[in-house]
């Protein structure tokens, strides 16, 4: 069995409190994106993982997939191993959630593979303690999330897809270290106004969007890497009608009016950072 793994972008993030086991609660608006990687699973007797494309992904036991198959297989008392083949594309520490897009797939296809026929909202709760972003991926599309990412409201995008590069500077950064950053930051990062991205990208109003995107994040990220401003800067003087760190970083995302604009602005940034890529939303994902 084939699965596809999306990947997907923050169009905005806001900090809106911290629970006292230090996780933040956050208000974000999510979309998935052309950017994937493959994942086929073969029944097996025991969890095994082959990795391709990508030498650093943590292998066996360490793999987030390899957590959620475990996760599942003990949570549904199931008896049968799986072997699944991972290939790389997405790129990590980036914020883009390639570890959460694969788990994700692996829950729905082992979902399928093991005939539980569990429902998503089922699959979500086990899903979120592998990690924040896991539920939203199970879901993908748009959606607005919040809590520390299990509060998920799907949404439908207005519009035609819209056209991105999201690139990604040398170096990935990591999550929790963000967090402290953020943490630290006095006065605290401003957020962005969640609604108005909500609404903006509910009508395909590109202006709208422009106006309204940000990341509460992107300050403590470049305060750790400077060079993240710099791919925000890069990627405007190429013609992104905006950009925007992701996640909690290192990738940015930058806006285009067209395919075209964004194909051109990829190939001139892709002489800087190898990690560039010209991709459309998928926000109105089909059920695989
Ligand atoms: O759950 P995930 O693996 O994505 O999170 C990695 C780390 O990032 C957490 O252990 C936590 O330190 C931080 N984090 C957070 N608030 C969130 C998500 C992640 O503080 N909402």
């Given at each position: 069995m084939e699965m596809t793994a999306y990947a997907k972008i923050n169009w905005s993030l806001a900090v809106t409190g911290?629970?006292?086991?230090?996780?933040?609660?956050?208000?974000?608006?999510?979309?998935?994106?052309?950017?994937?990687?493959?994942?086929?699973?073969s029944p097996a007797e025991e969890i095994g993982l082959d990795v391709q494309g990508d030498a650093r992904i943590p292998q066996a036991e360490d793999n987030i997939v390899v957590k959620a198959a475990r996760a599942l297989r003990d949570a549904a008392g199931v008896q049968d191993?799986?072997?699944?083949?991972?290939t790389k594309r997405i790129p990590s520490g980036a914020g883009m959630g390639g570890g959460s897009a694969d788990a994700a797939a692996v829950l729905r296809g082992l979902n399928r593979l093991w005939g539980l026929n569990w429902p998503i909202e089922k699959l979500a709760r086990l899903a979120l303690p592998l990690g924040a972003d896991v539920p939203f991926c199970l879901y993908g599309g748009l959606a607005r999330v919040r809590g520390?990412?299990?509060?998920?409201?799907?949404?439908?995008?207005?519009?035609?897809?819209?056209?991105?590069?999201?690139?990604?500077?040398?170096?990935?950064?990591?999550?929790?270290?963000?967090?402290?950053?953020?943490?630290?930051m006095i006065p605290v990062p401003?957020?962005?106004?969640?609604?108005?991205?909500?609404?903006?990208?509910?009508?395909?109003?590109l202006p709208g969007l422009v106006a309204s995107l940000g990341n509460?994040?992107?300050?403590?990220?470049?305060?750790?890497?400077?060079?993240?401003?710099?791919?925000?800067?890069?990627m405007e003087e190429e013609g992104a009608l905006r950009s925007v760190m992701t996640g909690s970083g290192s990738a940015v995302v930058g806006l285009f009016a067209s395919k075209r604009a964004a194909e051109d602005a990829a190939l001139r940034l892709r002489t800087e950072y190898s990690r560039c890529w010209a991709v459309q939303t998928v926000g109105a994902l089909h059920a695989q």
């Open positions: 911290l629970r006292p086991d230090g996780y933040h609660l956050l208000d974000m608006v999510m979309e998935t994106i052309g950017l994937s990687d493959t994942i086929v699973l191993g799986v072997r699944i083949g991972l520390i990412g299990e509060a998920i409201v799907p949404l439908t995008p207005g519009g035609m897809p819209l056209n991105l590069v999201v690139m990604q500077p040398d170096e990935g950064l990591s999550t929790p270290a963000v967090f402290r950053a953020y943490d630290a401003e957020n962005p106004d969640l609604d108005r991205v909500q609404a903006a990208r509910v009508k395909g109003d509460a994040l992107e300050r403590p990220a470049i305060s750790m890497m400077p060079v993240v401003a710099d791919c925000l800067q890069r």
